[in-house]
């Protein structure tokens, strides 16, 4: 008994050395976490696909988690409208999108050129032009990837929020009048 309290006695410094020690790292760690997070409640995503005509309005984010039929209802929005091959969207994506469109201030839709490709489509299109950067191993084969653009916003607006995001990928295509962006590896072309 005797030697127990001498033992004791450190324990309250050292828990509150210990709270400040985690209370700072929570404030450095929040920091750059926070400047890449979406806003707080909420995320939705207005997606029109210019293939099939297809229009969603979704909240697919609500009350701290993630809406099974709001995703479910992305993932068909954005699926190989060649093959209708309906693939999970990875969320991280999403909630890049988000991101974006709150940058770029409009109320219009992302208009979706591409979105999932099976491997079939892709190799379609890789085999159809190579100039169009279609790559062999693309991303958008594994729902990682979307050619987006945004009525009423000039292309390299887009592309220069997307850079500023630094979410994965971004690849501009004037030509084709879309922008390409992923969360892969942060790289642009
Ligand atoms: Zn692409």
């Known amino acids: 008994m005797k030697d127990k309290k001498p033992r004791k006695a450190p324990l309250p410094h050292r828990r509150s050395v210990l709270a400040k020690m985690s209370t700072a790292l929570l404030i450095t760690s ?16 207005d997606l029109h696909n210019i293939h099939t005509g297809e229009r969603l309005s979704v909240d697919y984010w609500a009350n701290g ?3 099974p039929d709001a995703l479910a209802a992305i993932n068909k929005i954005l699926r190989d409208f060649r093959t209708g091959d309906v693939q999970p969207i990875e969320t991280n994506l999403l909630d890049a999108l ?3 469109h709150a ?11 591409s979105g999932y490709r099976s491997p079939a489509t892709n190799a379609a299109l890789h085999a159809k032009s190579e100039e169009s950067g279609v790559a062999v191993k693309s991303l958008h084969m594994r ?17 220069n929020a997307a850079l500023s995001e630094r979410a994965g990928g971004v690849g501009y295509y004037p030509q084709s009048d879309f922008v390409h962006v992923d969360v892969g590896r942060i790289r642009r072309w």
């Open 30 to 45: 929040l920091k750059p976490a926070l400047a890449s997070t979406v806003p707080p409640g909420a995320r939705s995503l």
């Open 65 to 67: 988690t993630y809406v």
């Open 98 to 100: 988000v991101r974006l």
């Open 103 to 113: 940058k770029l201030e409009t109320s219009k839709p992302f208009e979706i050129i």
């Open 143 to 159: 729902g990682m990837a979307v050619d987006i653009r945004v009525p009423g916003r000039p292309l390299i607006l887009l592309r």
